[in-house]
């Protein structure tokens, strides 16, 4: 039940560890760990536009985000991405995976979990007017831009926008991803690693927080297979090389900021994620992947596992 409710709640903005990334600055053109390359005056641009434009929109009284999402006081097993201080807003707004997504504006759950595929609001009741929308995806587009991935623009090779190439990627991945090299590569050993507080799987072997690490092996592999936005904790797509080139990394740098309590999982319990057997186990669930994509035509394995 509680795998469940982690599939069907995902775009749900669940997680305490949930957008485990790094602390942004306006230097740096890859804040959230996504792929840099982008230029500095495009952070700094990006990170105008989410203050000026979208924490109000996040702060509104009548939408009540800081009601249950405040930095520091979350309700229940939930993202608290709002940071009443404006000073601390965006690293915190940015450090989150389920607020953010892979960064498009199809791919985000700012918008996808107000939005829906209907465009219909599908949160609290919740819904974003057009000009709220246009301010978000603004934002979110120069947030691409920043990371090396344009505008959002179609610059891929056949004309895709950053969207449909991250979500293209993500699918053709979840093709190749095989319970057979899960389990060869023993992922499993994730839920079992230590932070200074107690194994990974104790908070988080039910997707808890918007992450998962089990110590079994299934339904663990169907839900970073099939949940996009689990998926995405473990595997990111680099977009500093272009639109063109864009491909699937390890998320090394989400492990880093969590494992080293950054901004703004300073009250996450600390682990060294350079040794730990779980990530060694990802690197290796990692190679076989990419080795099963580079042997197939074209590089699809197979159907998409993902359902979102």
């Not at 469940?4 to 305490?16: D, N, R, S």
């Not at 970073?224 to 797509?237: R, T, V």
């Not at 060294?272 to 197939?296: H, R, S, V, W």
Request: contains cysteine.
């Amino acid at each position: 039940m509680r795998i469940l409710f982690a599939l069907i709640a995902t775009v749900g903005l669940i997680g305490c560890v949930g957008g485990i990334q790094t602390t942004p600055t306006t230097d740096d053109p890859d804040p959230g760990g996504v792929g840099g390359g982008g230029s500095g005056s495009a952070a700094a641009d990006a990170k105008r536009l989410f203050e000026t434009n979208v924490y109000p929109i996040l702060g509104a009284a009548a939408r009540g985000c800081q009601n249950c999402h405040s930095n520091g006081s979350p309700q229940g097993n939930i993202t608290g991405f709002y940071s009443p201080d404006l000073s601390t807003a965006y690293a915190t707004a940015v450090g989150y995976q389920a607020l953010v997504g892979d960064w498009t504006p199809t791919g985000a759950p700012i918008l996808q979990k107000i939005m829906g595929d209907n465009k219909t609001a599908s949160h609290q009741s919740i819904v974003y007017s057009s000009d709220e929308v246009n301010k978000v995806t603004e934002w979110l587009n120069k947030e691409l831009e920043a990371r090396g991935a344009g505008a959002g623009g179609g610059s891929g090779s056949n004309g895709e926008t950053a969207g449909q190439v991250t979500q293209r990627i993500l699918e053709e991945w979840s093709g190749c991803m095989t319970l057979t090299n899960f389990e060869a590569a023993d992922l499993r050993q994730m839920g079992n690693s230590q932070s200074n507080e107690g194994r990974c799987r104790t908070c988080h072997n039910g997707g808890e927080y918007n992450f998962i690490a089990s110590d079994t092996s299934t339904p663990f592999f169907d839900v970073i297979s099939q949940n996009k936005y689990y998926l995405l904790q473990y595997f990111s797509i680099d977009l500093s090389k272009g639109l063109a080139a864009a491909e699937i990394v390890v998320n090394t740098r989400s492990f880093d900021g969590v494992g080293n309590g950054l901004a703004p999982h300073q009250q996450h319990p600390e682990f060294d994620p350079n040794n730990i057997n779980g990530t060694t186990a990802l690197q290796n669930f990692y190679t076989t992947t990419m080795q099963a994509k580079m042997a197939a035509p074209g590089g699809v394995c197979g159907p998409k596992k993902l359902l979102n």
